[in-house]
T-cell receptor
Framework: GDSVTQMEGPVTLSEEAFLTINCTYT??????LFWYVQYPGEGLQLLLK?????DKGSNKGFEATYRKETTSFHLEKGSVQVSDSAVYFCALNEGFQKLVFGTGTRLLVSP | KAGVTQTPRYLIKTRGQQVTLSCSPISGHRSVSWYQQTPGQGLQFLFE???????NKGNFPGRFSGRQFSNSRSEMNVSTLELGDSALYLCASSLDGAANYGYTFGSGTRLTVV
């Protein structure tokens, strides 16, 4: 079945460092891909999405490009802030009204 | 525009009891789906409803059930609670369940079974 694999965390960075969180997927068709963020004690917030190959999703300085050839959707940000500390989830949807999530990657940013 | 509202936020129940959780989607959204989040299993899909019909169901025992009302509000029910049912239960709404429109999540209901 469909699956999403994320890099293990936590990822620990200093403020203004460059961020990459790796995400690869396995799917039989052509899924839509998402990044969600979860702050402590809260639900999930959609960060960005891409619905077809070579699409780039972007929001709040975060970017991810849908790479069909490598089945990847890596999340990047050029300069992280302390307020970016959260858990980030990569997810896919293949049209069956459900999301399949990765295990999440915790990001810790120190001043 | 109001977001997805889940009630209650926190719940403590005893093994063997049953529980009902509620979700009010964004106005105009007709699809509601439910997820269970635990430290061990991560985020797992429970079921999805659209226009009062269950369209998809995850791999959970029959003790987990749900329904959707004509105003799109949804409830999920867990009967004969077990310790392993302790989790954050998240509800998500979307226009029609299609990926293009995205899914908006509520803040969740934290269920503790003792």
């Amino acid at each position: 079945g469909d699956s999403v694999t994320q890099m293990e965390g936590p990822v620990t960075l200093s403020e203004e460092a460059f961020l990459t969180i790796n995400c690869t997927y396995t799917a039989t068709g052509y899924p839509s891909l998402f990044w969600y963020v979860q702050y402590p004690g809260e639900g999930l917030q959609l960060l960005l999405k891409a619905t077809k190959a070579d699409d780039k999703g972007s929001n709040k300085g975060f970017e991810a490009t849908y790479r069909k050839e490598t089945t990847s959707f890596h999340l990047e940000k050029g300069s992280v802030q302390v307020s970016d500390s959260a858990v980030y989830f990569c997810a896919l949807n293949e049209g069956f009204q459900k999301l399949v999530f990765g295990t999440g990657t915790r990001l810790l940013v120190s001043p | 525009k109001a977001g997805v509202t889940q009630t209650p936020r926190y719940l403590i129940k005893t093994r063997g009891q049953q529980v009902t959780l509620s979700c009010s989607p964004i106005s105009g959204h007709r699809s509601v789906s439910w997820y269970q989040q635990t430290p061990g299993q991560g985020l797992q899909f429970l079921f999805e409803y659209f226009s009062e019909t269950q369209r998809n169901k995850g791999n959970f025992p029959g003790r987990f059930s749900g329904r959707q009302f004509s105003n799109s509000r949804s409830e999920m029910n867990v009967s004969t609670l077990e310790l392993g049912d302790s989790a954050l239960y998240l509800c998500a709404s979307s226009l029609d369940g299609a990926a293009n429109y995205g899914y908006t999540f509520g803040s969740g209901t934290r269920l503790t079974v003792v």
